[in-house]
């Protein structure tokens, strides 16, 4: 968990993970549900099991959407300790893995909102490096763990690319990207989409600011790029092509996000009591019974079958998945 470096676990890495085993784990409880679970619903219908991973006795969790891996197999999360990237398995026993290492790296800015690219890459946004100013996407590989290997830029844009000034870096309230890192949608002090059209890390990207993101307090981008799923002022959850300004509304609630094959949009209810996916073909919604805790930035798996969460029912933040379950 701590790279083959001599050295490499400084007292705070250590710290963090001591912390992290004693919050996973409860005397002899299920070191995966140390809170037990609710109650697993009605019993007549489709409903949701909620497990945590991280406990909230702690401050621990930056309050940015965590993602699947495209396999199922991880979830990536950001932490304010060093605003870190850690992933972790949601097997038995599985501590989580720090990916970044700020004590090590050159950056001014820390790690921040990362997600999964679709060949198993994590990208985070990343702030100025080395003396340029240009705000950065990194990308660590499949096997990086503090920092080692070292990570790639995989894309760099400026302050004017996102409505800041020359010269000015802001991490974004939320981040999203295609699982092939040419698109990516953004908010600093408005949403703006963003497109690098090659694959070459020193391109700029072409932006702009749709008026019809204007206010969304969430939004995913789809993994193939081609569409955003978005909450528009009014809790209402819609759609748009990535290049477009007109939404189809699908339903009302929070937390959109998309299943691996584009063709399904995951999301809260309103009253917290279900989780819904509707698909967009066949115009069908399967809810899913929630127990009602307050749940933000819920992601849906590729698969369709789970979801990732923060839970903000405690003083502090945790995290959580479920399984949808017929």
Partial sequence: MCGDKAGACRPWVLAALVMLSLLACDGDQDPLNPGGGPDPGPGDGPYVTEIILVAPETDFLNDAPPDWSPDGRWIVFSAKLASSI?????????????????????????????????????????????????????????????????????????????GLSVNQSSSPHMFAMSEDGTRAVGHWRSVYTLFWDDSGEQMQPISRSPGILAGTPSFRISHDGRRIAFENPEGL??????????????????????????????????????????????????????????????????????????????????????????
């Fill in 237 to 326: 959850i819609a759609w748009m092509d990535f290049d477009g300004d007109t939404a189809t509304i699908i339903g009302e609630g929070r937390y959109p996000s998309w299943r691996g094959d584009n063709r399904a949009i995951g999301f809260v209810s309103a009253d917290r009591r279900s989780y819904s996916v509707h698909d967009l073909g066949s115009g069908e919604t399967i809810s899913y019974w929630m127990s009602g805790a307050e749940l933000r930035h819920v992601t849906l798996s590729r698969d369709g079958d789970k979801i990732v969460y923060l839970n903000a029912d405690g003083d502090f933040l945790a995290l959580g998945y479920g399984l949808l379950l017929p």
């Fill in 86 to 162: 850690w992933k972790t398995a949601t097997a038995p026993g599985d501590l989580p893995i720090l990916i970044t290492d700020p004590d090590v790296t050159i950056w001014s800015d820390g790690s921040y909102t990362p997600g999964f690219l679709g060949d198993g890459r994590i990208f985070y946004y990343q702030g100025w490096a080395d003396g340029e100013r240009s705000m950065r996407v990194m990308a660590a590989d499949t096997n990086q763990v503090q920092a080692v290997p070292r990570p790639r830029v995989l894309r760099r844009f400026s302050g004017p690319d996102v």
